[in-house]
């Protein structure tokens, strides 16, 4: 077989260079982020293989399904509070400083199925936040849903806190394996697909592109026609059709790609 000496790899550089001129060219940019954006603020990814929330599997079993809190909220909550502590004492990273950077000079829009609220720490309003997987920052009880206030800032309480309503015990209110998204934050995330498609750039950050339904708003914005640049330690499912793949820690690349954008 012969070599086409005429074929060169695109390199990191041009890739860069490529997705400086991408944001540069649009006047919105929707940022769509998973578990390794946080992952340099201290919280693990859900499939890290050493340190994963998924190697605890009967931990997860447990407070990652609504089948764990409705039959034993307690032990629920006792292997909950080990998911939880570190979102309690992460700091946002400059990676979400980043996008809190660019929004002074774009209008900014954020997908994120995180629920550490981290984007909204670092300074982004939460009005331009959809949590398409809810927060671990506010709790129902599980048998009614009734809304409990329970305030992180004093420590994580050691049982599950009590509905003041109907005395049922409290799980979060994020979305658990099996159950629907939130529909608010779900209409909010494909208006803004909708909208903004045609004259917006969708930066995809440390997702797997694998946990539907939320997985599958990348692809709606790529099957109109937006563009899309890509940021991981290593390729997803997305990787093939995007137009950057950028392949790096997004606290070190980000930073760097919104200072190009905004000099
Ligand atoms: P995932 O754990 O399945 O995948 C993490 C992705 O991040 C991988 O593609 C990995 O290669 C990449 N990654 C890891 N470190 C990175 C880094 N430093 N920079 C850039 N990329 C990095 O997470 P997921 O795809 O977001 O889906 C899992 C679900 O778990 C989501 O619903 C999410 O809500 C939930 N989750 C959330 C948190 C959080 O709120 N911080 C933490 C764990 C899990």
Redesign the pocket.
Known sequence: MQENNNIQPISNAELFEEAVQLIKDHENVIFFT???????SG??????PEH???ANKIGLALFGTPFGWNWIPSISWSFFKGFLQP?VDAQPNN?HHAITRVSTNKKVRVIT????A?HQRAGIDAKHVAEV?GTVYKFRCCKNGHPIDVNLEHGIPNSSPLCAVCGSKARPDATLFTEALPADALNKAYHWIEKYSRNSVMVI???????YP?AGMPESFMNKGGKVIE????E?SYTPRVNCFLK????EILPQLIYRVIV
């Open positions: 998973g578990a390794g954006i946080s992952a340099e919280i693990n990814t859900f499939r890290d994963g929330v998924w979102i990676a199925q995180n629920v550490d981290l997987h950050i440390g997702t797997t592109g694998i946990v939320a940021i991981n330690i290593e997803s790096g820690k997004a606290a």
